[in-house]
């Protein structure tokens, strides 16, 4: 119940493709949504967030749909860039005192030019 | 952008011997975590802290202990390392109430 399913493992987006990756959850006591993007080397840097009172969030090429009923939520990278190609995990948590983040497998994506 | 340091970034040493791995943040967070991932996979939590003095274990069970005597910095400790501890380190911070993790750039650990 506390898992978080990403799908897909990897996608390939041509430029100005768009990039569509989707994550599933259990647990209804989740109340914070985030996506992280990693790079090579790097540590998880948030990409962006939404609670469950919203169902869209969207921020400059980057949108979150969030289906509550559904318990599913999805990152759509709009017209997608080399820049892009990442590994991108999707990730929940409880407001509890711990604040601790429950991830996704990843997607590694490649955007090609 | 997030102040969060680790140190070393890589770290390759024998068997036996006793590591730190260091992580400080200068923000003030109350809350710092220790994760734990192969490269390009998931993140496991491995340790947390509420503040000083305080730490728990994570959902992936680790040989490694952590210790929280100051806000700022918040230490991970193999006694013994053994090449199943093999693995990239993540620390992060946040001030929680609805903030973000923030994430330092992590510690490549490679024990022959």
């Known amino acids: 119940q506390q898992q978080v399913k990403q799908s897909p493992q990897s996608l390939i987006v041509q430029k100005g493709g768009i990039s569509i990756i989707n994550c599933a959850y259990e647990n209804t006591a989740f109340d914070y949504f985030p996506w992280y993007q990693q790079f090579p080397g790097k540590g998880p840097a948030l990409l962006i967030a939404i609670r469950p009172d919203v169902s869209e969030k969207k921020e400059g090429r980057f949108t979150i749909s969030f289906n509550k009923s559904a318990k599913q939520f999805s990152l759509h990278i709009m017209d997608s860039q080399p820049g892009d190609s990442a590994t991108y995990f999707c990730a929940a948590s409880i407001r509890d005192s711990s604040y601790k983040l429950i991830f996704g497998s990843g997607t590694r994506l490649l955007v090609r030019p | 952008e997030a102040d969060i340091y680790q140190t070393p970034r890589y770290l390759v040493i024998g068997t036996g011997k006793k590591i730190t791995l260091e992580c400080s943040q200068t923000?003030?967070?109350?809350?710092m975590y220790w994760y734990q991932q192969d490269p390009g996979m998931e993140l496991h939590l491995i340790h947390y802290s509420y503040g000083v003095n305080s730490t728990e274990k994570g959902d992936l069970s680790s040989e490694s202990t952590v210790s929280r005597i100051r806000t700022e910095h918040f230490p991970l400790t193999l006694e013994s390392a053994r090449p199943s501890h093999t693995s990239q380190y993540l620390c992060a911070s946040t001030r929680g109430s609805g903030q973000p993790q923030h994430f330092g750039d992590g510690t490549r650990l490679s024990i022959l």
């Open positions: 923000m003030g967070h109350d809350k």
